[in-house]
């Protein structure tokens, strides 16, 4: 197993503690050092909270732990390609290296609908590494869709 695979599994662990609270399941670690730092996981649901993604979590965290708002020598692991929201705050926090399990072709800003985390204009660029144990992530995402959208079958039966 590849230390990337290894800390993978770590955002994966943390995407399921958000499918535990039927959240959508996206997990994030964040690495400094060879230690993890931090961890989040999707709670928008749980906490009526737009901002509450796996990522941003994870940077406050991080950010507390190192007393500081730049995060750079630092690696995040998302089981997710991460939104406009959250790539945005990858640059502004200056995040060294991002790890991605899956792409999200409607929605990612790492490469499949924009790539902020690579626009020569930002004052910061990120260090991109995709598909790492990217079946395992995919089908955790897609599993949870499909039983969602059969309790909203029975539901309307």
């Known amino acids: 197993m590849t230390t990337d695979e290894k800390y993978m599994k770590e955002a994966i ?12 399941p996206i997990g994030c670690v964040i690495v400094y050092e060879d230690k993890i730092i931090a961890r989040g996981y999707n709670r928008r649901n ?16 991080a950010s507390k732990k190192l007393g500081d708002w730049r995060l750079e020598g630092c690696t995040m692991y998302i089981t997710l390609e991460p939104c406009q929201m959250c790539a ?6 200056r995040v060294s290296r991002v790890v991605i399990g899956s792409m999200n072709p ?3 800003c790492a490469g499949s609908v924009l790539n902020i985390l690579q626009m020569d204009r930002f004052n910061h660029q990120v260090e991109l590494t995709k598909g790492v144990l990217q079946e395992e992530c995919s089908t955790m995402l897609s599993d949870f ?3 969602l959208r059969e309790k909203k079958k029975v539901k309307f039966t």
């Open 145 to 147: 869709f499909k039983e």
């Open 106 to 108: 409607k929605a990612g």
């Open 13 to 24: 662990r943390q995407a399921k503690k958000a499918k535990a609270l039927d959240e959508v």
């Open 88 to 93: 945005g705050a990858i640059v502004q926090a």
């Open 46 to 61: 749980t906490d009526k909270n737009t901002l509450s993604h796996a990522e941003l979590n994870a940077i406050r965290k």
